[in-house]
């Protein structure tokens, strides 16, 4: 039976390289696939284009090609990514700048594109599934609106020899699959073996989450050199059973218990995990251990997907204003109260119009409030923070202008304040039918 090896070489935009590398120098792989999308991440990519048109890909996608490229070349190794981001053209374009200047000839490079549908939601105006308003009522700060695209239009691309593929916005687990699909010869209606297939590019599709990372919890989970992570590596077979490894002496490790926790993250219902390709399910999977740093996930299924695809809206939705202070030594988060309390005093005296507003200790309260906290131990050192929504720049920036006038005119000891002001960009989630997107493909060459 034919096993297909692919490694995760980042599990985010900003994800660190030279794991991706170690995979591609050692770990003996057929594909490498980037995932480095997020659903505010491609909003944010679309801001990116409006400003400059030859922008909108990911902003470490010639830095992650200029590490890869040539240890891949080298071993035939074929690179999958969706840092095309909101411009995968723009991004195909600047892989070919980068093979040109590795002075490679001939590396076939494709673009999906398709998956903006911003004037089709615009036309269409569906209502948005979280969110009571339609796009129409967003107007002018209506961002971007992506499709998340399945695993077809990156089988073609595969099937007419591209080399490196650059996707937008699809399905994580679709970057996975379309390798299997290609090159294991599965039909894209095989329901089962998609399913598996699937649950295969679910476990791989956060990089050094399954080998350690987010997993690791000194004394109760403890996982050794979490500074050099080895990335993961699926063996999967024709049938969509895969197992997890990672390069021999990398740091991290693969155990039953890194899978199962990788295999619950964001799954609702584990009979029903939907995607572009196939409604997947883990019901039936079990997991096991076969060796070092090496787990068996087995038995998931799938069935019919789904006749409409969802589609990620991102719109300007005001501003946050945030104002951090500190202070420390005897009574310190009474002072740190205190100046929030004066903060707060000041917003409504002056007029601020919050939208919702957050006063935390940091340290104290802020991540499960001043009910669970109340019992806790004094701290010695505290940092307050304000932050606030806000409809214009111009109160956004008097939230932090108010922190930072605790220096003088707040208690005793306060130092090192820091205030920021950033728009927020929001996303909303609506669903057209899988007809109305039409994925293309351009190639290039270097």
Not at 98 to 103: N, S, T
Request: glycine residues 12%; aromatic residues 6%; charged residues 25%.
């Amino acid at each position: 039976m034919r096993t297909l090896r692919i490694g995760a070489g980042a599990g985010y935009s900003g994800d660190r390289i030279e794991p991706a590398v170690e995979l591609a120098e050692l770990g003996g792989l057929h594909y490498l696939v980037f995932e480095c999308l997020a659903e505010r991440t491609i909003a944010l990519a679309q801001q990116e284009k409006r400003r400059d048109p030859s922008r909108g890909y990911d902003p470490l996608l010639e830095e992650r090609m200029r590490a890869v490229l040539r240890p891949c070349r080298t071993r035939g190794i074929r690179i999958v990514t969706n840092a095309g981001a909101a411009h995968p053209v723009a991004g195909a374009l600047a892989v070919q700048e980068v093979a040109r200047a590795l002075g490679f000839r001939g590396l076939k490079i494709a673009a999906v594109t398709g998956d903006d549908v911003l004037e089709t939601v615009l036309r269409e105006n569906l209502p948005f599934a979280d969110a009571a308003m339609t796009p129409a009522d967003l107007g002018e700060r209506l961002v971007s609106a992506n499709a998340y695209l399945g695993a077809a239009p990156m089988v073609e691309a595969l099937a007419a020899g591209a080399q490196v593929v650059i996707t937008g916005r699809a399905a994580d687990p679709a970057l996975f699959l379309a390798p299997l699909v290609h090159e294991l010869g599965w039909s894209m209606a095989d329901w089962p073996r998609l399913g598996r297939g699937t649950i295969a590019g679910h476990l791989l599709e956060c990089a050094g989450q399954i080998t350690g990372g987010y997993f690791a919890d000194p004394g109760s989970k403890d996982v050794a050199a979490l500074a050099r992570l080895g990335f993961p590596i699926g063996e999967v077979d024709e049938d969509g059973d895969v197992v997890i490894t990672k390069v021999a002496g990398s740091g991290g490790r693969v155990t039953e218990a890194t899978c199962k926790e990788q295999l619950l993250y964001e799954i609702h219902d584990p009979a029903r995990y939907l995607t572009p390709d196939v409604v997947a399910d883990l019901s039936g999977v079990t997991v096991s251990g076969v060796g070092p740093d090496r787990v068996s996930v087995r038995g998931g299924t799938g069935h019919a997907r789904p006749s409409t695809l969802k589609v990620s809206v991102g719109y300007l939705d005001g501003y946050i204003g945030e104002g951090q202070i500190s202070y420390a030594g005897p009574r310190a988060a009474a002072r740190a109260r205190l100046a929030l309390d004066v903060v707060a005093e000041r917003l409504r005296f002056t007029g601020v119009a919050c939208r919702e507003v957050r006063y935390d200790l940091i340290g104290v309260d802020s991540l499960h409030g001043p009910a669970l906290s109340a019992s806790a131990p004094e701290s010695y050192e505290v940092r307050a923070r304000v932050a606030a929504r806000t409809h214009t720049r111009e109160d956004a920036v008097r939230v932090g202008n108010e922190v930072e006038s605790l220096y003088t005119n707040g208690p005793a000891g306060g130092g090192g304040v820091t205030k920021q002001v950033r728009e927020v960009v929001a996303v909303a989630t609506t669903f057209l039918p899988r007809e109305r997107v039409v994925p293309s493909v351009r190639y290039l060459e270097a």
